[in-house]
């Protein structure tokens, strides 16, 4: 899927930020295949740490958090800035009542992660922060529909439907007004993992339900009409950087990897002007791609390749998501190619109250991936220097 004017634009283009940015250093950039800091060059390395504002944590507890991952070497970790609930309970950041979404800015919403921000920027470190989820996980893009078109409605209408969208951008300016001058944070991300549910039953060639992200098509939403020009003179006011968030997929003909069937076209979403950098993850077991060739090969191929879409569209490309047993091998491919950045998942912590959840994938610290990461962190920097 190349990703419409609409959904670039419904996170950005019709949000009106009270007064502009000023012109704040210590923000994050993004030039040519790299980021810099004050000039420069910023290193993008570190994990992802999902639980860490929803897990009803104290202060103290999201300040070890950020200790461990800054232990490693860690300069940046992605979050998530979205809960949907339609019932109160722990910490969330919207609350459904039917169709009508209110956000939650109290000390379980926004003023909690008011807290992660605090933690992230004591112990240096910089925040991607994810807007909403394709899947199910802290509510999502499903919830969205169900509760605004009803339940079982098909969650591709997230990226077309106008009352969807006008909620999704209330959402979105209730963030961005309420941080735009916050330098802790790097990049907004407008949707983890997006992207089209109904191609996995639709040959990708053929799909019909694809949004198409062309240059000078005009987004009409409720909040009013707007262009790509409109979006780039925007986003140019915030900073903010933003990214997508997708998976990385191709849309390459005569490809039969599933991990290329989900309506994402990867370089379509990267070519876009108001895109600032590309994300992708790698999970080779979980796409059924450990065979011919191995696991290990497959995603060293996975790697080069989104190297190369880096050099062409000559914007930095991260990958933000991985975890198995060939992370030593990953890692090298990542320093030795040129990609521009790395964050693994995930962090753990082990707190007085217990340790943090763990998926199978947690790194805590005193364990051989963590002092892994240690090496790999210097590495990276060092190639940047």
């Avoid at 923000?27 to 290193?43: H, R």
């Avoid at 089209?196 to 409720?222: G, N, R």
């Avoid at 109250?353 to 998926?359: I, L, Q, R, V």
Wanted: glycine share 10%; charged share 15%; net charge negative.
């Amino acid at each position: 899927m190349k990703l419409s004017t609409t959904f670039v634009g419904l996170a950005l283009a019709a949000v009106s930020i009270a007064g502009s940015a000023g012109q704040s250093t210590g923000f994050v950039k993004a030039k040519g295949q790299a980021f810099t800091l004050d000039g420069e060059p910023y290193t993008v390395f570190g994990s992802n740490s999902y639980w860490v504002g929803l897990m009803g944590y104290t202060t103290d507890e999201m300040n070890t958090a950020f200790q461990n991952i800054a232990a490693t070497g860690a300069t940046t970790v992605r979050t998530l800035g979205f809960n949907e609930v339609t019932t109160p309970s722990g910490d969330y950041y919207q609350l459904w009542n039917g169709s009508t979404p209110t956000i939650n800015y109290g000390a379980t919403g926004l003023q909690n992660f008011d807290n992660v921000i605090a933690a992230a920027k004591a112990n240096g470190i910089r925040l991607i922060i994810s807007l909403t989820n394709n899947w199910g996980d802290y509510g999502g893009m499903d919830v969205y529909v169900n509760q605004i078109l009803g339940t079982g409605q098909p969650h591709d209408y997230f990226y077309t439907d106008s009352k969807i969208i006008a909620a999704f951008q209330n959402y979105v300016k209730a963030w961005v007004e309420r941080y735009t001058d916050e330098q802790t944070i790097l990049a907004w991300e407008l949707g983890m993992y997006a992207c089209l549910i109904e191609a996995l039953v639709k040959d990708f060639s053929s799909f019909s339900f694809f949004v198409y992200a062309d240059p000078d098509i005009v987004s009409s939403v409720s909040s009013g009409t707007c262009t790509t020009k409109t979006i780039t003179k925007w986003i140019k006011t915030i900073n903010h950087l933003v990214a997508v968030g997708d998976e990385g997929w191709y849309n390459w003909p005569k490809n039969s990897d599933l991990s290329y069937k989900l309506g994402i076209d990867f370089e379509a979403n990267l070519a876009i002007d108001t895109i600032d950098f590309g994300t992708f993850h790698l999970y080779p077991y979980s796409w059924s791609e450990q065979n011919n060739p191995s696991a290990m090969d497959w995603g060293q191929e996975w790697i080069e390749n989104h190297r190369r879409s880096q050099a062409t569209y000559n914007k930095p490309v991260l990958m933000e998501e991985f975890g198995t047993a060939t992370y030593d091998n990953w890692y090298s491919t990542v320093i030795k190619s040129g990609l521009t950045g790395v964050l693994i998942w995930q962090a753990g912590s082990n707190f007085t109250s217990g340790p943090t959840p763990n998926d199978g994938y947690a790194i805590y610290p005193g364990t051989p991936i963590y002092s892994m990461e240690q090496s790999y962190a210097a590495q990276l920097k060092a190639r940047d220097t």
